[in-house]
């Protein structure tokens, strides 16, 4: 099978149809797509089903399981961190839980409510942290904490931000650190983390090298972990005992989106907010005997933050000021690339055949996942928008400002 009928297979599974769940950051694998959903090209105020007031601006994305929506917000006074449950359809609160989460050092574009929720049919998972302690919580649908775990302190100068991923019986956690420039305490220590979803218990935890703090979440493909570091570059664990199977070292700065995987084409992004971007796609091992293999590298107009999304060989990317590309995954050829204008932190999603790019000041901007470039429409949200959209049972869910809004 080739990587266009891969790629397509991918799609297919991850998405299924438009009344899919949003089952943790950027959706079903991380892949971003809902092959059968459907989005205007334009949209008003007036055609938002409901707006949630959730009265503090955080960057975390949203989860969905069934008609349920969950998210993490900072309190508005006190020193905690809320996981809300809202209702899809009627956007009521059904229930909202407090942790103890302590101010810390932060970028200036993060938030301490930056980590998305994973979902599965029987639980939601959050993690957060700050200077003393890195949590990881699992509650049930009705707001009961099933179990929670402290992995201790977090050595990072960007604050907290990395998302759990469940599969199957686990729940998968990159806890990355931070040992260069550290400015105080201890040089961090970093590993990758599975859990056992319904006890908390560690079923594996594989030490990785630590350098920058790096924010993707690892994607589970064949059998394998793939995951992205500073140090490891695109690297490989085994899922049933975290041993390390392969790495090539690519990257020589921090990795905040997260790794894909099409066909047998491993991709990850490094950078900075000062620039000096590059995606990078590694040929993975067949077997054993195999080492990988550097595909192609891309450095103009590279994403340093935005996680990208593919649909068929085609491979959707906005760096973070602002510039959309279309790329043929396969061999890294560049169809397009186009100034969209703004400044990004949020991930495109693709809707059917539209591809959603929102900017960091809240300019939605809608193209035809097209190897020929086309823009189709643009809305002005009123407001910023950091963290990246949702779609789930046929509705777009974006957090603007202080509300989180559903089309």
Excluded at 84 to 94: A, F, K, V
Excluded at 181 to 196: E, H, N
Aim: hydrophobic share 35%.
């Amino acid at each position: 099978m080739g990587i266009a009928a891969l790629a397509l297979l991918l799609v297919s599974n991850q998405s299924r149809a438009a009344d899919s769940d949003w089952p943790g950051f950027h959706g079903l694998q991380q892949a971003g797509v809902v092959a059968d959903g459907q989005l205007p090209n334009q949209w008003s105020d007036g055609d938002y089903r409901w707006r949630f007031d959730l009265q503090t601006r955080d960057v975390g994305s949203m989860a969905v399981q069934g008609q349920n929506v969950y998210l993490l917000a900072t309190s508005p006074k006190a020193p905690t961190i809320r996981l809300i449950s809202i209702d899809l359809q009627s956007g009521q609160q059904r229930w909202a839980r407090e942790f103890p989460n302590a101010p810390n050092h932060l970028h200036s574009r993060n938030t301490l409510a930056s980590s998305t929720p994973a979902v599965d049919q029987d639980h939601v998972y959050v993690a957060h942290g700050d200077r003393d302690h890195t949590w990881v919580r699992c509650l049930d649908h009705e707001g009961n904490e099933i179990w929670s775990r402290d992995f201790g302190t977090m050595q990072s100068q960007h604050g907290f931000g990395t998302s759990p991923v469940v599969y199957e019986d686990l729940l998968l956690f990159n806890f990355s650190q931070q040992s260069d420039q550290v400015k105080s305490g201890q040089p961090g220590s970093s590993r990758v983390l599975a859990l056992d979803r319904s006890t908390g218990k560690t079923v594996w935890e594989t030490p990785v090298t630590s350098t920058r703090v790096c924010y993707g979440k690892p994607y589970v493909h064949d059998g394998k972990v793939i995951c992205a570091n500073t140090g490891d570059g695109l690297y490989a664990l085994s899922l049933e005992d975290g041993k390390m199977l392969w790495r090539l070292p690519v990257f020589t700065m921090r990795c905040v989106s997260s790794p894909i995987v099409v066909g047998d084409l491993a991709i990850g992004t490094s950078g900075s907010g000062g620039g000096g971007n590059h995606l990078v796609a590694v040929r993975m091992p067949k077997s054993s005997d195999d080492q990988p293999q550097e595909v192609y590298r891309i450095e103009r107009a590279a994403p340093y933050v935005p996680t990208s999304v593919v649909q068929g060989q085609l491979m959707f990317v906005i760096d973070d000021k602002g510039v959309a590309s279309c790329v043929d995954v396969t061999t890294g050829k560049v169809h397009w690339t186009k100034r969209i204008g703004g400044n990004y932190g949020a991930s495109p999603i693709l809707v059917g055949d539209k591809v959603l790019l929102i900017s960091l000041e809240g300019e939605a901007t809608l193209l035809k996942a097209s190897s020929e470039f086309e823009k189709l429409g643009s809305v002005d949200l009123g407001g910023p928008v950091g963290a990246t959209p949702a779609y789930a049972h046929g509705h777009l869910l974006i957090r603007i400002g202080t509300e989180l809004v559903c089309l």
